[in-house]
């Protein structure tokens, strides 16, 4: 199962390391990773694999939740089907788990 | 990976612009609970609702979490009533009503509907009884919601039970005017009703359908209102395109909860309700779709070619993006339940004459529209007469929720709180169909009904 990981705040030095600290706690793999700057915003979507994942999905959002209070900025974590299904006309029959 | 921007749309739809699965809701078949005894049959009703939808809730919030995206609404509908409590020979069925709320209650959903008859061409004793007992069911429950179904295009329309039904909604207003008349708000009278919608106050588990099944409504007039804040002063052609490209990626979201929401129940997906279900809240209005088309207020001329414009694209987006679709299927129009209708109402520039207009090109009908408490018993009737006639002569359903708001008049605000909302009382024709109603009978079926 893969999923979405969605970091958006004021850019500060850390994000990136503070981020894949967590995963790499919860045994998360980063498949791939995008970022930019948006309207003075720093705007980063990674595909991560939860295959490996120690500890159920509700934990891990808790995590990423205690990890965006502590860098002041909004992290949010979906299951990269939703992108998927909305997005591409040929999704179908896939799973979450 | 899905493309960035492709992520950042979806998330900006769901965190900004107030996209949502309005409502998972399983079907649950009550044919096998039927019993003489009813207290007997009134345990297996609950057995079965409990049993069946026992890990509902629990599962569709799981989803949730796991998505991402809301899941307002958690609702069960069952077999009509009348087809069930018929064989007790019982003459009130308040006790099944209290039955089907206590089980709503115990599995966690807001609303279960399906106390209900199907009266099109008519009535059996069963059905008379479960009508004389709506006032009394809706008054006692905090959770059922019932129906009539009064006509269909291949039956006409029985104009004993609309007259009926003009009268019943009366005493149902009657019953609950402690609560600005609620009790109207969970009762629709239908046209062409279906087995199959999940919305409430009109679901009910149709007789063809399997024990159990999982049907889904999405929502989103705020995406689609954002959507075209971006084509503004374009050719209308763009309009159609870009509310069929937003409503396949609505539907989709629904699609994929349904699929997921069966699979771990282990009950078939049955369909999508292809719907647009605006809320009271700010940003989430159909009414504030048609002004960003080009209207200055939502029910001034060009507002029935606009929701028609609406309607049409929001199915064709939406088939593509579903196996089955179902239900009710378009822009749902209830006033209450509308930030920019009330808006449009209190400014004068909707009246219900357009919003009757309205219906004859949008999903259902008549909808949460508070009418003076003095309304006349044939007047109600009359108006559920004309909208049975524009849903059974364009094959469409259409159907009639108002509320006589006991002691208010034109004008007057009714609260009903939540999702149900608020709505201003609008002013009705004040002359008389006593005469027409009297009559009784039926409407024959019209000529193109016959198509075997």
Partial sequence: MKAIVNVVGRDRLGIIAEVSGVLYQKRVNILDLSQTIMEDYFTMVMLVDLGQMEGSFKSLKESLRACSEKIGMSIRIQEESIFKAMHQVNFGGETLD | ?452
Avoid at chain 2, 55 to 64: K, S
């Fill in chain 2, 1 to 452: 990976m899905t493309d960035m921007k492709s992520i950042l749309e979806t998330i900006r739809m769901i965190e900004k612009e107030k996209l949502d699965i309005r409502t998972v809701t399983m079907g649950i078949s009550l044919l096998d609970c039927a019993h003489e005894d009813g207290a007997r049959a009134r345990e297996r009703i609950y057995k079965k609702i409990t049993t069946l939808a026992r890990d509902l809730v629990a599962v569709a919030d799981q989803i949730e979490e796991e998505l991402g995206i809301p899941i307002i609404n958690k609702r069960i509908a069952v077999t009509p009533i009348s087809l069930i409590a018929g064989a007790t020979g019982e003459e009130d069925y308040t006790a099944f009503a209290k039955t089907l709320d206590d089980a709503a209650e115990a599995v966690g959903v807001n609303f279960i509907g399906g106390f209900s008859a199907l009266v099109e061409k008519g009535i059996s004793n069963s059905d008379r009884i479960l009508m004389k007992s709506l006032p009394g069911a809706l008054a006692s429950t905090q959770r059922v919601c019932a129906s009539v179904n009064v006509g269909t295009t291949k039956a006409g329309i029985n104009m004993d039970a609309v007259k009926t039904m003009g009268q019943t909604i009366l005493d149902v207003a009657a019953m609950t005017r402690d609560q600005e008349s609620i009790g109207c708000a969970k009762l629709v009278v239908f046209a062409n009703a279906v087995g199959d919608n999940p919305f409430m106050a009109g679901a009910y588990h149709g007789v063809g359908e399997a024990d159990a099944v999982i049907n889904v409504g999405v929502s989103g007039p705020g995406v689609i209102k954002a959507a075209l804040e971006r084509v503004r002063d374009q050719p209308i052609d763009v309009v159609a395109r870009v509310i069929k490209e937003t409503a396949f990626k609505i539907t989709r979201a629904g699609q994929l909860v349904g699929e997921e929401v069966s699979r771990r129940l282990g009950v078939p997906f049955g369909i999508m309700d292809l719907s647009l279900a605006p809320t009271p809240e700010i940003g989430d209005s159909v009414a504030r779709i048609l002004e960003e088309i080009g209207l200055e207020a939502c029910g001034t001329h060009g507002t029935t070619a606009a929701l028609a414009l609406l309607n049409d694209a929001v199915k064709k987006g939406g088939i593509m993006a579903s196996n089955h679709v179902g239900g009710l299927s378009g822009a749902f129009i209830p006033v209450s339940e509308d930030e920019g209708m009330i808006a449009a109402v209190q400014g004068g520039a909707l009246t219900f004459d357009k919003l009757e207009a309205m219906t004859c090109v949008c999903s259902v009908g008549l909808d949460m529209i508070a009418i003076p408490g003095d309304t006349r018993a044939a007047t109600i009737a009359a108006m559920i007469a004309d909208e049975a006639a524009i849903g059974v002569i364009n094959n469409k359903t259409t159907a009639v929720r108002v509320i006589p708001a006991w002691g208010k008049t034109t004008g007057d605000m009714v609260h009903f709180g939540g999702l149900l909302g608020y709505a201003p009382v609008m002013k009705v024709n004040s002359f008389g169909s006593e005469a027409f109603i009297r009559r009784g009978g039926r409407i024959p079926a019209p000529v193109h009904s016959f198509k075997n």
